[in-house]
């Protein structure tokens, strides 16, 4: 039969009273240098922030670089990226009004071909003659289209959105925008609508992503 106390003693060995053992020294902390991940206003935010905090710290009497370097270049910033704006702002409105004149001349166009139609009673060599062009019977199709050229992306008005514009191709009667965080990985394509004009505006995307 088992006996359980034969040889064996709880406290042999074991002091209950032993000092604990020293606390390890806490983890020294690291700054997170994500900075990069943001737009160019939160970078500059960021900084704005920081230097708002150090100044009359205790903690960090000497900053470096100083304070009034790092107030230099957030101001040398702050300014580039207010004049960009404005600039991107009057560049937007100039293509708007650019836009609404080439319009107005496709629509002026229209009106001339209706004209010379009725004066030349349909004569194809009458209308070649004036400079235009001879319609395809039967609709013809168009045939294989080319990608716009001179595609231009500005920041748009809100975060999250940037404004695009391309030049128009004849014969398309709408354009299909699709986004991508690489171009090269065809399964990353994401639709983003179409529209039936040579621009649009891309909304919903996160500021500071390659896109």
Same mark, same amino acid.
């Given at each position: ?13 074991? =002091? ?17 240098? !994500? ?5 160019? %206003? ?10 708002? =905090?150090? !100044?009359?710290? #205790? ?16 101001? &040398?910033?702050? !300014?580039?990226?207010?004049? *960009? #704006? ?6 937007? *409105? =100039?293509?708007? +009004? ?36 001879? &319609? ?5 199709? *168009? ?12 920041? @748009? ?6 404004? *695009? &514009? ?6 398309? @009667?709408?354009? +299909?925008? %699709? ?5 090269? &990985?065809?399964?990353?394509?994401? #639709?983003? @609508? ?11 995307? !996160? ?5």
């Amino acid at each position: 039969m088992p006996r359980f106390d034969t040889g064996k003693t709880y406290d042999s060995g074991q =002091k209950y009273d032993q000092d604990e053992p020293p606390p390890k020294p806490p983890r020294m902390a690291s700054i997170r240098r !994500t900075w990069s991940r943001l737009n160019r %206003q939160a970078r500059v935010d960021a900084a704005k922030l920081v230097h708002t =905090k150090l !100044t009359g710290n #205790a903690d960090v009497p000497a900053p470096m670089p100083t304070l009034a370097a790092l107030q230099t270049v957030i101001t &040398a910033a702050q !300014t580039a990226i207010d004049e *960009v #704006a404005t600039l991107e702002q009057t560049l937007k *409105v =100039k293509r708007a +009004e650019r836009d609404a004149k080439v319009d107005a001349v496709v629509a002026a166009l229209g009106q001339e071909a209706s004209t010379v139609e009725a004066v030349t009673n349909g004569s194809e060599t009458k209308i070649l003659g004036a400079g235009f062009e001879i &319609a395809e019977s039967g609709g013809a199709p *168009v045939g294989d289209l080319s990608a716009p050229e001179d595609v231009r992306v500005t920041a @748009g008005d809100n975060d999250g959105e940037v404004d *695009v &514009a391309w030049d128009s191709l004849r014969g398309a @009667g709408s354009y +299909e925008q %699709q986004t991508n965080t690489d171009p090269n &990985a065809a399964a990353g394509w994401m #639709a983003r @609508g179409t529209s039936t004009r040579s621009s649009t505006t891309l909304s919903g995307l !996160t500021s500071g992503v390659r896109i």
